[in-house]
């Protein structure tokens, strides 16, 4: 195999497993927001303060629409085993 074949046979590769990635994170994108916060301390400390404010369902739904709305996505089907502790479950999008 020559050194240009082997170098875009990496590329393809990264390439595939990138958008392989990029494919299952799709629907998660709630879920990778409220593990960012969760890992976070700021963001975890402005979290539990909106919380005990307005309620962890209120703040919830609020973050999951603005999720929503920044995505441009749609509504797909609940997911009730997130990754994140800061929720109990979530609509997913497409």
Known sequence: MDKNTDKTTKVNTAKRIAEMTIA???????????LTIQNDPKLLADYMHAVSAKGWKVVNQQIGR?????????????????????????TKFK
Do not use: A, C, W
């Open 24 to 34: 299952k994170m799709e629907g998660r994108k709630t879920d990778y927001v409220f």
């Open 66 to 90: 603005v999720v929503k709305q920044h995505f441009n996505i749609v509504n797909d089907e609940r997911e009730t085993e997130p990754m994140s502790v800061l929720l109990r479950s979530y």
